[in-house]
């Protein structure tokens, strides 16, 4: 659009541009995020913009795939930042709905993927994978998108929602997109802000660790359980690092294999003092 | 499309077909059936046509939604009479699709309305309305539909879709149906079938008792509870019937209430034999 990026607030606003755009026959690019933008989210903006008509970016902190205890709160929110990002890339909309209109009252429907969303994350965040399809279902009924993009750092989320698209026949192609790291090897997040500097810097262990995982298995080593007692030694060096899990699984499934082969995922999840941090490595034989 | 009816058993050809007419505009109109089509789909699928460019109808014996030891089997299939009916009826498209394309190996994904799934039927079926929802919102999005059509009489199916398609942000409206009853007064379904003649007679016993119930309402009487009684006793006058429930419940929760009111449903399921009955009354006052 010529006019400048729009923020739409109100959801039927929002379906309404959409359908009508589809109708017309434009192709639709959507970027579902929680906001606090970094170049994560800007390479999913970039490849959406080069490959569609028009770009949707959503913004919205969703509560149902927080557990109580959780960051929900105090989760980075800035608005005037992420605008100006969109702004600068050439974004269309941003849709920032509000809370109490996704989830009014009667809300009582989920969607939920059964097996990967128990596993991994899942089993730390009861109820996480859950929230996370119930609200990109939420979102792609309203953005009609025909592409929509997602990180590889979230893996079991962009694993989950591949097979939520199939599984329920959505016509959406979704797009994985590598994850982005800062030049010292740790992985975007929006959480990172919470890591100390001495924090962070144990935290590295974990990118490094997945390096080290990575020339082992080039040099030949294929034995998972080997693997993770590998990384699990070098990460638990850092003293300021609880493993969540070390986890070597298929792509598909998530299942835990014994032997890693091409697409073996090895994902991981620690927590640095209260920040949680994910990372995995996609093995390419 | 004046070339005729087609039978369309290929997902991706459905939606492609579909997603093309959107494009140019068309509104599509979807009865989403198990088949055995009688007049209360024939008045569903009328009323799609007039308000439609496009019609289909989708024919399928939905497994997920069958709890084990129920009809799946035996339920009655038959498209050739069904495609007599259609064509009739001037529908666009039958949409037959297989059940193992519909739910492949890998298949994971549930849509589920929490709370007005686990009440009524749902009790006695359990499993049963997750599978509609999973199954519906599957032929939503392979169907793209403007307008879908659903019968009152599946009263408790009705009001879980509506609240599934608002949760969930569809761009669909569910447009509800009156009953229609044989002359003798009998709900039409698919299941009577199955019904002797003796045992059909006492069936009777249950739109009989309704419409008492109607006039007693009519003529005053609010309590829910001896609304009740009195349909129980009504109905247990037939030794061939046994009650599953007898509830007069609020039309958007399913909860039930003491005193009836405009909208409120009263809804019963009762077995003849090993067959499963339902019908209501939507109260309007």
Redesign the interface.
Same mark, same amino acid.
């Given at each position: 659009m010529c006019n400048g990026m729009k923020i739409i607030r109100d959801?039927a606003e929002m379906?309404k541009l959409c359908?009508s755009l589809? *109708?017309?026959?434009r192709t639709i690019g959507f970027v579902p995020t929680m906001g606090s933008l970094h170049k994560g989210h800007i390479s999913l903006i970039q490849r959406a913009r080069r490959h569609n008509d028009f770009v949707v970016v959503s913004i919205f902190v969703n509560p149902i795939q927080f557990s109580p205890g959780e960051d929900f709160k105090k989760y980075p929110r800035d608005l005037v930042l992420d605008s100006a990002i969109c702004r600068k890339e050439r974004v269309d909309v941003i849709f920032y709905p509000e809370s109490r209109k996704l989830y009014p009252q009667?809300? *009582?429907?989920? =969607?939920? =993927?059964?097996? &990967?969303s128990d596993v991994l994350c899942g089993k730390f965040r009861p109820g996480h994978f859950r929230g996370v399809?119930?609200v990109v279902?939420?979102l792609f009924?309203?953005v009609?998108p025909d592409r929509s993009y997602f990180g590889q750092k979230d893996i079991q989320q962009l694993i989950i929602i591949k *097979?939520?698209v199939?599984?329920?026949?959505? &016509?959406i192609d979704i797009i994985a997109m590598p994850t982005v790291r800062d030049s010292d090897g740790l992985a975007l997040s929006s959480r990172n802000i919470y890591l100390s500097p001495s924090q962070r810097q144990d935290a590295l262990a974990v990118p490094n660790s997945l390096k080290i995982a990575q020339s082992l298995i080039k040099d030949g080593l294929r034995d998972a359980r080997k693997i993770k007692n590998i990384i699990s030694k070098l990460i638990r060096q850092r003293m300021t690092i609880k493993i969540d899990y070390i986890e070597i699984v298929d792509h598909?499934?998530l299942e835990p294999v014994r032997k890693v082969g091409n697409g073996s995922v090895l994902a991981l999840a620690v927590r640095v003092g209260r920040t949680r941090l994910i990372d995995n490595l996609v093995v390419r034989l």
């Open positions: 959801i379906q359908l589809k *109708r017309k026959g009667a809300f *009582r429907t989920y =969607v939920e =993927v059964k097996g &990967p399809a119930t279902s939420k009924n309203i009609q *097979r939520m199939e599984d329920l026949n959505m &016509p598909l499934s």
